[in-house]
Nanobody, 123 residues
Framework: QVQLVESGGGAVQPGGSLRLSCELT????????MGWFRQAPGKQRELVAA???????KYADSVKGRFTISRNDAKNTVWLQMNSLRPEDTAVYYC?????????????????WGQGTQVTVSS
């Protein structure tokens, strides 16, 4: 059974940093695409950062230069380093196993999600 387990969320002041982790288990095939999404109350879930099928990184415009996605060589752990956090970054952050896409630059979420981890940025 595919499982994604997240950790690292918490409460920080504006300008602070957090590092989220996601561990993937139960996958028998080669994994390439994984990403982070977030959902704030009353808003749609949105892509924050991802590794595409081709191993390219993608970032939402709102987090470029502040967030960095990384992963291990086995591609079963993905991290999201979040710096210079802002109140608008407050959301539940979800790890996602991406679908295989013919375009290496694309990312499409599968229905395999982590449980979510709360990030709260407030003074």
């Amino acid at each position: 059974q595919v499982q994604l387990v997240e950790s690292g969320g918490g409460a920080v002041q504006p300008g602070g940093s957090l590092r989220l982790s996601c561990e993937l288990t139960g996958v028998m095939f080669s994994v390439s695409a994984m990403g982070w999404f977030r959902q704030a109350p009353g808003k749609q879930r949105e892509l924050v950062a991802a590794f595409t099928t081709g191993g390219r990184t993608k970032y939402a415009d709102s987090v470029k230069g502040r967030f960095t996605i990384s992963r291990n060589d086995a591609k079963n752990t993905v991290w999201l380093q979040m710096n210079s956090l802002r109140p608008e970054d407050t959301a539940v952050y979800y790890c996602n196993l991406g679908l295989r896409m013919p375009d290496d630059s694309d990312y499409a979420p599968s229905d395999s999600w982590g449980q979510g981890t709360q990030v709260t940025v407030s003074s």
